[in-house]
């Protein structure tokens, strides 16, 4: 590690010499959050601040960098706001996920401020760190300084339009980052309206220099490591040092660098032990349950991992050394891509390049983040002795440091924090999260070691948390412990929290099923995915099972929140099943679309036995400890996957006792029309304020202006069409865009609920009456009329103002529904048994143009069109297999069945019945201001009082049910 990165927030070991930088805030950016699998995003902006806050010795000023990201903002919302750390500020951006998974729920701006003399923030540029003249004003209190001075600055209306001198603002930070918020809360309490503190050590909590190394022995120690073979491994290492065989044998152990790490002197050894313990207190650091990479790639839970090799006392020195070898070479060497290790910090590259500025932290290690810190060997940690370390040596590797630029004995203030900050009081405090993580070395020196969850400050001690852990964006592996997360509210200030947008915690898991369960023609099998939670289950308690959709099952997860919401209350186990050849669930991998001999095994009955195969795999005691085969499992679905609900109770009714079936519609459902569909959506609108008139008029109007060279230019520019992809060139071009047009009317009619939401694409609460208030009228010119409907379209397709252009070609552009994956999958299913007649009539049944008759014969036309390349043939087209397979519009023997629909919900015309039915062995509800599948989506602030109360109807049939289940057990 490089000799000049020294310091950390305090001295490790003052005999070596070596300091660390904060761990995993500087993790590689290419780790991403495994539930998002995406990048934060961010905008990069700068601000002029004065070089000097606190006096008029000069105007001079500087560009402090800050990244931002408001696409969730809206007037009301808080900004969340990172006051810097000691490093370039991208690399925080990019390891704090949990600000942006907020931000959407808070309709907050995010900010990440870069502290003064990092990164790009440099007041006086390449010279910055050239004398004492400029490293001068590189202070904690000119950076805290800095962040108000950019508080105010996005509150001006113009930074973040809609901020004001009103809106809240919530501190956060880790390590150092941490010890900001907290002084920028305590010095500036009228500016930041709180703080969450994340491993933030201090040097005034009750410090002991022997802590550090203590938690790190304990954090191995707890693991499974055998604290004896590392002691012994210290011991054995100073020994083989003294003899020039003994170093021969450290150098092939350790798989030294020939050219620039051989021990060839008693006293290199040093540099060796440095190296290794380097490597078990930066996995001490980042002790995740998931595959991290802070300047190494490390595994899940790495400590535990280390320790597997360290589990006795080796009686030779060689084991010995080994046991010792494989601790470093898991850190440092994981991969398995060196083929040596390089330890000597005067000649190697430590991996700290990313960090940049490695004076910076030195500097402020050198004026006001000073500390003593030593191990003191056994009983204290599995260290070797170094203390004491006492401020005199510190001073002298200071002055040995910085004397060149100007520094002197009397800018080294051991005790400015406390004077600065009074942590250890902090009488006036108020709206303060400490967080520590028990594994983290640096929860040694917290805020506390027990939580404290009310009053004015509050201390959260995580039991399987390491350093920063909670501030880290969501994982599927993400320990129970991180309820944490949910919700934070910090007192007196303007946070609010909608849980109904929140992402859902569950593991991603898998079983082998039949690739096909009805015949015996082969025994292939294939990997279907499953995500579940079981942090509410015990034993008699349920399994909630979602049984799969036409996409990738997280989608359909995230927005199907009623689950989640119950099974605290049913001690429940939550499970969403994917649908076999969607999303991850492939039974040929890449090749499952590529032939009709791979697709033939796509089918809803391949998928429903699936479904119950996995129902038998919860059951087997180990995949959730505690069911077994008299736990009661309740199917949810919505929309499609409410009717593989339902049939799955109609096939399997032994292996599922009970099903809640939202905006399922079926064929075979009463006197249902083809036109009703639409019919239902024009209504949707209508009732919400929309003059049918001049919906039907537009239509027209585009019609008439696509015959024309003039006209299409028209309707390329008032749509703003992409220029390269999706331009109206000719007259039939107009089919595009109508059917972009006539997408955003239906689909806003799906999703009309009372907030908003992203589930295809982002829209406002009850979105048909926001569009409905831009066509309150006819208009007579055509440019006016064609704006309307433009008005609907950008509403659905560019709510968030992001797109500068539409892309409306379904041959060149995704389609609303691209986000649920492999739109080829839902062709195949509509043509082969998922098949309707749907079509507009037009005026005076819906709003739309005619498109009727839709007949089967068109669609089989199509879809031998679409497949036959496959191998597809017209006899595979089956429109009355649903009807034969289920028998949907009788259910003689069906109980235990709930369908619910949404009156604003297009699908609604064929759902199960038009009026309540609260009684017998299938019920049905309505639900007036309900659009589709409303009721599985979790709880939010502005629900309606009608689906609170149908939420209930339905948790307390759920627990009918389940009782029922019990009493034919006994």
């Given at each position: 590690m490089n000799?000049?990165i020294f ?20 993790e590689n ?19 002029k ?39 370039k ?24 401020v ?19 003249e400029n490293?001068g ?10 962040f ?5 600055h996005?509150?001006?209306?113009k ?7 009103n ?5 956060f ?15 500036y ?7 969450l ?23 191995f120690?707890?693991?499974?490591c ?6 012994k ?6 020994k ?14 350790f ?10 002197k ?23 349950p ?5 300047l ?10 280390a320790?597997?090799?360290v589990r006795k ?8 050394m ?17 083929m ?15 960090l ?30 170094t203390?004491?370390?006492t ?10 440091t ?23 009081t902090?009488?006036?405090?108020t709206?303060i999260?400490?967080s ?6 640096w ?8 939580n ?9 001690i ?20 991180q309820?944490f ?19 859902y ?5 898998y ?12 025994d ?5 995915r ?16 979602y049984?799969?959709n ?11 929140g009623?689950?989640?919401d ?19 669930s ?35 005691g ?10 009661a ?36 459902f ?8 639409y019919?239902i ?13 001049a919906?039907?008029k537009?239509w027209r109007?585009m019609d ?29 071009d ?10 955003a ?22 979105s048909?009456k ?7 009228k ?22 968030t ?31 082969t ?17 005619k498109t ?9 036309e ?29 259910m003689?023997?069906?109980t ?10 297009p ?11 609260l ?35 339905e948790?307390?049939?759920i ?12």
């Open positions: 000799l000049e310091l950390l927030i305090f001295f490790l070991d003052a005999a070596l010499g070596q300091f660390f930088p904060d761990p995993v805030t500087f950016s290419q780790i991403h959050r495994k539930s998002s699998e995406s990048q934060y995003k961010y905008r990069e902006e700068y601000v601040v004065p070089i000097d806050h606190f006096t008029y010795r000069n105007d001079l000023e500087f560009n402090l960098r800050y990244l931002i990201n408001t696409d969730s903002f809206k007037k009301g919302g808080p900004i969340l706001f990172y006051p810097g750390n000691e490093g500020i991208e690399k925080f951006a990019d390891n704090t996920g949990f600000m942006f998974d907020l931000a959407p729920e808070l309709n907050a701006a995010v900010v990440f870069e502290h003064r003399y990092y990164g790009k923030s440099k007041p006086f540029g390449n010279e910055s760190y050239s004398n004492i490293l004003y590189f202070s904690s209190a000119q950076a805290l300084a800095d108000a001075f950019v508080v105010q996005l509150k001006n209306g930074t973040i339009p809609g901020a004001d001198k809106t809240a603002v919530i501190a930070g880790g390590s150092y980052g941490g010890l900001l918020a907290a002084w920028l809360r305590i010095k309490p009228h500016i930041v309206d709180g703080a503190a994340s491993s933030a050590p201090s040097l005034d909590f009750n410090l002991k220099p022997t802590d550090f190394t203590k938690v790190t022995t304990r954090t120690v707890d693991a499974g055998n604290r004896k073979a590392i002691e491994g210290w011991n054995v290492m100073d083989l040092a003294k003899t020039k065989a003994g170093r021969a044998k450290l150098n092939k152990i798989k030294l660098d020939p050219k620039k790490s051989l021990i060839l008693k006293e290199d050894v040093d540099f060796l032990k440095g190296y290794v313990k380097g490597a078990f207190i930066i996995m001490a650091f980042v002790d995740y998931y595959e991290t990479q802070f190494e790639k490390v595994p899940g839970w790495p400590v535990k991992k320790c597997e090799k006392v080796e009686k030779s020195d060689e084991k010995t080994e046991q010792m070898y494989e601790i470093a070479n898991l850190y440092f060497n994981y991969t398995g891509d060196k040596f290790h390089c330890a000597n910090h005067e000649k190697c590259d430590g991996g700290f390049s990313s940049g500025d490695p004076l910076g932290w030195s500097w402020q290690s050198c004026t006001e983040e000073i500390g003593q810190m030593c191990p003191d060997g056994p009983p204290n940690d599995f260290f070797w002795k203390c004491p370390d401020l005199e040596k510190q001073l002298e590797g200071c002055l040995s910085f004397s060149h630029l100007g520094y002197k004995k009397s800018m080294f203030h051991p005790n400015i924090v406390s004077h600065n900050y009074g942590l250890s902090m009488p006036t405090a709206n999260i400490f520590n993580g028990y594994l983290d070395p929860s040694a020196h917290g805020y506390s070691k027990k404290v969850l009310k009053g004015p400050i509050k201390s959260i995580l039991k399987t948390g390491a350093h920063h852990y909670d501030l880290r964006g969501a994982h599927k592996l993400d320990t129970k412990e309820f997360r949910d919700p934070v509210t910090f007192e007196n200030s303007q946070i609010h929290r909608k849980t109904s947008e929140s992402p915690k569950y593991r991603e898991e079983v082998k099923v039949p690739v096909d369960h009805f015949t015996y023609r082969n292939l099998e294939f990997n279907l499953y995500l579940i939670n079981t942090d509410s289950f015990k034993k008699g308690g349920p399994i909630l099972l049984t799969g036409e996409g990738k099952i997280e989608k359909f997860a995230d927005n199907t009623f689950m989640f119950l099974a605290p209350e049913l001690n429940a186990a939550v499970v969403f099943v994917e649908h076999r050849y969607y999303g991850k492939k039974p040929f991998g890449n090749e499952s679309y590529s032939n009709i001999e791979n697709l033939g095994y796509f089918s809803s009955a391949q998928a429903l036995a699936d479904f119950a195969f996995v129902v038998q795999h919860l059951k087997n180990k995949t959730i400890p505690g069911a077994d085969k008299n736990t499992v309740i199917a949810f679905g919505g929309s499609y996957g409410g009717k593989l609900a339902v049939w799955l109770r109609i096939k399997y009714p032994h292996i599922v006792d009970g099903v809640i079936a939202s905006s399922s519609p079926s064929p075979d009463g006197d249902s029309k083809p036109t009703d569909f019919k959506t024009s209504r949707t609108f209508i009732d919400s304020g929309c003059d049918r008139k919906i039907e537009g109007v008439k202006l696509a015959k024309t060279e003039t006209g299409r230019a028209k309707l390329n520019k008032i749509f703003k069409l992409d220029p390269k992809k999706s331009l109206i060139l000719k007259e039939e107009v089919d595009f865009l109508k059917g972009y047009v006539k997408e009317i239906i689909i806003m009619a799906f999703v009309d609920y009372p907030y908003e939401t992203q589930f295809l694409g982002k829209v406002p609460g009850w048909v926001k569009a409905c208030e831009k066509v309150r006819v208009e007579k010119s055509d440019d006016k009329t064609v704006e309307q409907l433009y008005e609907i379209a950008n509403l659905y397709f560019n709510y103002g992001d797109k500068h252009f539409h892309c409306v070609n379904r041959n060149n552009c995704d389609g609303g529904f691209s986000s649920l994956g492999d739109p080829l999958g839902w062709l195949f299913q509509v043509c048994e998922v098949i309707r007649e749907l079509c507009s009539d037009g005026p005076p049944n819906d709003i739309f143009w009727c008759p839709d007949t089967f014969e068109r669609k089989r199509a879809c031998y069109s679409t497949f036959s390349h496959l191998g597809y043939k017209k006899s595979m087209f089956h429109p009355n297999i649903v009807t034969h397979n289920y028998g949907l519009s009788t003689p023997t069906a235990n069945i709930i369908f619910t629909n949404g009156y604003l919900d699908w609604s015309g064929y759902g199960y019945s038009k009026k309540n039915v009684k017998g062995p299938i019920k049905s509800i309505i639900l007036k201001t309900g659009a589709h599948h409303y009721d599985l989506r979790g709880a939010h602030e502005l629900d309606t009082k009608e689906v609170k109360q149908v939420r209930i109807f948790k307390n049939e627990k009918k049910w389940i009782k029922e289940k019990k009493i034919k057990k006994n």
